[in-house]
């Protein structure tokens, strides 16, 4: 039976303290892009960090004041929705989150873990929203540019004809600076 258990982790703590770790956790979250914690506080904070990047993608207001209410810090949702409104997260259908183990912590053996916000497009989603652009039409002298490609090549194929020496302006100032200790 289920008689008084709560859904989530509770993270070793009382309630009102899981509350605050994990809000205080994602507020990180997204003012850094990337936080060191140990793992299961990472699996923890993950569903919040989705649920708050679906919001902004929504963007209307009603989901702007439920992120306000979850995280308590207007200026931090009006970053996340601008990001999402610039399309950070617009071929993204969720997972939206990356954990990465990174060993064990010293002390209490905890094992640790990077969570990071994931900014890269979805490999099937790239081809997908790319738009097609029609095949330009060919010009009647398609040879010159050819030999225009050629010459090019040649260039970068050829050997630099001269090496200029190049000495850094800190080594220059510091064997001047030695000259001068030597001449005094």
Same mark, same amino acid.
């Given at each position: ?132 652009? &029609?095949?330009?039409?060919? +010009?009647? #002298?398609?040879?010159? @540019?050819?030999? *225009?490609? !050629?010459?090019? $090549? %040649? =260039? &970068?194929?050829?050997?630099? +004809?001269? #090496?200029?020496?190049? @000495?850094?302006? *800190?080594? !220059?100032?510091? $064997? %001047? =600076? ?7």
């Amino acid at each position: 039976m289920r008689h008084n258990k709560k859904h989530g982790m509770k993270l070793g703590t009382d309630a009102s303290h899981t509350k605050a770790m994990r809000r205080s956790l994602v507020r990180a979250l997204f003012e850094n892009d990337r936080i060191k914690t140990n793992v299961q506080r990472a699996k923890a904070i993950r569903p919040d960090v989705d649920r708050i990047i679906t919001w902004a993608k929504k963007g209307d207001l009603h989901s702007r004041r439920l992120a306000i209410a979850q995280l308590a810090d207007a200026d931090l949702v009006g970053e996340v929705f601008d990001k999402a409104a610039q399309g950070m997260w617009a071929d993204r259908n969720g997972g939206y989150t990356r954990i990465m183990r990174i060993g064990y912590r010293k002390g209490d053996n905890a094992e640790m873990a990077i969570i990071e916000l994931v900014n890269e497009r979805v490999k099937g989603a790239a081809a997908a929203t790319e738009t097609v652009v &029609a095949p330009v039409e060919e +010009e009647s #002298e398609p040879e010159a @540019e050819v030999t *225009e490609v !050629e010459e090019v $090549a %040649e =260039e &970068a194929d050829a050997p630099a +004809e001269e #090496e200029t020496d190049f @000495e850094e302006p *800190e080594a !220059e100032a510091a $064997a %001047e =600076e030695s000259e001068e200790k030597d001449a005094e």
